[in-house]
């Protein structure tokens, strides 16, 4: 009986081919990606907005298991904004906060957070 290991070759293979590239071609589930690369604070968050259909990959409605690789294009709608971004690189684990937009180029931002400010009149009033 042969044993398998508990590592399969595809793994062994992709590890070699990262190693001499420098980065991974392995796609990554998109849930996973909005957090690793700060887009969405919490991997718990980027299931939602999938779910709810806020998130899309090269034009079409992303499921939280849809899967990313280099060269996608991400159009995420949080709140009032819409970022689409290009995915540049596919980390195989986390990274830190530092590197976390290297993962990804914004492309376009529109909307945005409306910030409350009080008219001038209003300022001084409890």
Sequence with gaps: MIRVPARSLFFY????????NGRSDVP????????????????ANAKEVCDAGRVSVNGRPAKPGSE????????????RKTTEVEVLAVPERSIPAAQAKTLYQVLR?????LSRQLPDELDGLD
């Design 13 to 20: 293979l992709t590890e070699a081919k990262t190693q001499l």
């Design 109 to 113: 931002e529109y909307g945005s957070t």
């Design 28 to 43: 990554l589930r998109i849930d996973k990606f909005l957090q690793v690369s700060r887009l969405v604070k919490r991997r």
């Design 68 to 79: 990313v690789k280099v060269g996608d294009l991400v159009n995420l709608t949080w709140g």
